[in-house]
């Protein structure tokens, strides 16, 4: 046997226990996160993944934003969700968390690109409970409740219609949002 045919499966081992270990000893997006602003650097990438969602800069912001009670449960909340990557929109950068197949429990963290002031939509319960939030400073404003009401009815119009009122989201449980346009059907 040809002594590269028993180098090559060894160096491969030993190239991934390497990796392995870099990876684990990389500092996380949780070690990184300083400063809010800081956000724009995890663009494209899962919060969920990458230990974003473990950074006491971000836990502190959303605490200071939803109060002591509200703040402990959407700390539960942050432990273990589904995520999609952050993405840039309309002046936001946009965290966006959910439950798979769970019927609701869906969130958006929205920060401000310009000033990092940040917005939360929470949906803590099944779509039918309706209750959601959208916690942040007064008024809300509308590109914040327009992200929300697309991002609602492209992952839960097909079983209610989301649209904005006063500072949240009425929830219609008799029409449905379109998953292409994001917006409720006629």
């Known amino acids: 046997m040809p002594p590269r045919a028993i180098i090559t499966p060894t160096v491969l081992a030993l190239l991934g ?18 400063d809010l602003h800081d956000l724009s650097r995890y663009v494209g990438t899962f919060p969920c993944v990458n230990g974003l969602l473990r950074s006491p800069t971000l ?16 700390g539960e909340y942050l432990e273990n969700p589904n995520c999609g990557k952050i ?17 609701g429990f869906s969130s958006l963290i929205l920060v401000r690109e310009r000033d990092a002031v940040m917005f939360v939509f929470w949906l803590r ?45 009425a929830i219609d449980l008799y029409r449905r949002g379109d998953p292409e346009t994001g917006i409720c059907k006629p």
């Not at 226990?17 to 300083?34: E, G, I, K, V, Y």
Request: charged content about 20%; glycine content about 8%; overall charge negative.
């Open 17 to 34: 226990t390497l990796a392995a270990q870099a990876r684990s000893q990389a500092p996380s997006a949780a070690d990184s996160l300083n």
């Open 59 to 74: 836990r502190r912001a959303v605490a200071a934003l939803l109060g002591p009670v509200d703040a402990a449960n959407y």
């Open 87 to 103: 993405e840039r929109k309309d002046g936001y950068l946009v965290l966006d968390l959910f439950f798979a197949h769970s019927g």
């Open 125 to 169: 319960g099944e779509v039918g409970y309706q209750q959601d939030h959208v916690y942040g400073p007064r008024p809300v404003p509308p590109a914040v409740l327009h992200i929300a009401e697309r991002n609602m009815n492209e992952g839960w119009g097909h079983v209610a219609c989301f649209t904005p009122q006063a500072d949240s989201l």
